[in-house]
């Protein structure tokens, strides 16, 4: 087989692009990430908050009332005044928070993809509208999507 340029052979070219791939992952992998994403960008599934509502009707409505609005134990976890208070916040950040001190009476004793499916369901509670796909199972995907007041 004849070299495609004097003294260049195919094998030499396909080094040089599996290089070029290389330097194009490295480069994807380094960029930083996009702009934070919005609870309001249809984040969450209804069958994602449907199993965070048998979760919080167990672990969270003795103290938060039945529908998350608060209670005598603890405040309310759904709704304006809730979106309000993390605004700007990760939604790992409420996530980690409730899996490491929640329930009050066992701390750590809710699982963190219940505490995820909880914040689904804090969402559904709270006006935001479901989408096609959940919340990510990973805190570091979580950590990109912020929590935010109704957007006006």
Known sequence: MQPILPGKSYGSFAKQGQRFALAVALLAVSLPAGP??????????????????????????RCHGPNLEGGEGGPALAGPEFLRHWKGRSVAAWVEYTHAKMPEDNPGGVALQECIDVFAWILHLSGVPAGAVELPRSTEALREIRIEAHPE
């Not at 934070?36 to 672990?59: C, D, H, K, N, T």
């Open 36 to 61: 934070p994403r919005s609870i309001w960008e249809r984040v969450y599934s209804g069958a994602q908050s449907e199993r965070g509502l048998r979760v919080a009707m167990q672990e969270c409505a």
